[in-house]
T-cell receptor
Framework: SQTIHQWPATLVQPVGSPLSLECTVE??????LYWYRQAAGRGLQLLFY??????ISSEVPQNLSASRPQDRQFILSSKKLLLSDSGFYLC?????????FGPGTRLTVL | GENVEQHPSTLSVQEGDSAVIKCTYS??????FPWYKQELGKGPQLIID?????GEKKDQRIAVTLNKTAKHFSLHITETQPEDSAVYFC???????????????FGAGTRLAVHP
């Protein structure tokens, strides 16, 4: 069966520190991969998507970046976190149009 | 691009009642409409979806209807239970194709509370 993992589950980081969130998918090959952010009580904002290794598209310009070093691994990074980067980060995978979400990472920037 | 509006933003019902959440979309080329349930502190879970060649789909207590002419689709939950309490998101496909990628545009969400 297909499963998606994210870690860490929660993270508290000071302003200006770096960030690395990881997402891995099992049970499927060559999935489309997505990073979303959800502010408290808000909807889902698409940040990045990838249709293959090394292929990253950005939806929103900001101080975050994404990489896909392996077929089923998707990483969200930042060199210097801002207070506004706080939120719930969700990774998703899919083939064609259906998307399945991971458990999420709660990031608090202080 | 595609735009999705979702109503109501909050919905409170008594256990056993029905709940209906409605979404409208703007791009008539959209052809895929999923619904997600998000419990507190968890990722959204796909609960049902419908494609544009179907008018209605049902899965036990959950059903989704699609009106392509009016460009709206609805989630119907019958015999609600306290465990149905969650935030529900609708989405519509944004028909931008790039190597098989299909983007989803999400509604703002509906917080459903089912009271015993």
């Amino acid at each position: 069966s297909q499963t998606i993992h994210q870690w860490p589950a929660t993270l508290v980081q000071p302003v200006g520190s770096p960030l690395s969130l990881e997402c891995t998918v099992e049970g499927t090959s060559n999935p489309n991969l997505y990073w979303y952010r959800q502010a408290a009580g808000r909807g889902l904002q698409l940040l990045f998507y990838s249709v293959g290794i090394g292929q990253i598209s950005s939806e929103v310009p900001q101080n975050l970046s994404a990489s896909r070093p392996q077929d089923r691994q998707f990483i969200l990074s930042s060199k210097k976190l801002l207070l506004s980067d706080s939120g719930f980060y969700l990774c998703a995978f899919g083939r064609t149009d259906t998307q399945y979400f991971g458990p999420g990472t709660r990031l608090t920037v202080l | 691009g595609e735009n999705v509006e979702q109503h109501p933003s909050t919905l409170s019902v008594q256990e056993g009642d029905s709940a209906v959440i409605k979404c409208t979309y703007s791009d008539s080329a959209s052809n895929y409409f999923p619904w997600y349930k998000q419990e507190l502190g968890k990722g959204p879970q796909l609960i049902i979806d419908i494609r544009s060649n179907v008018g209605e789909k049902k899965d036990q207590r959950i059903a989704v209807t699609l009106n392509k002419t009016a460009k709206h689709f609805s989630l119907h939950i019958t015999e609600t239970q306290p465990e149905d309490s969650a935030v529900y998101f609708c989405a519509a496909s944004d028909p931008v194709f790039s190597g098989g990628y299909n983007k989803l545009i999400f509604g703002a969400g509906t917080r459903l509370a089912v009271h015993p």
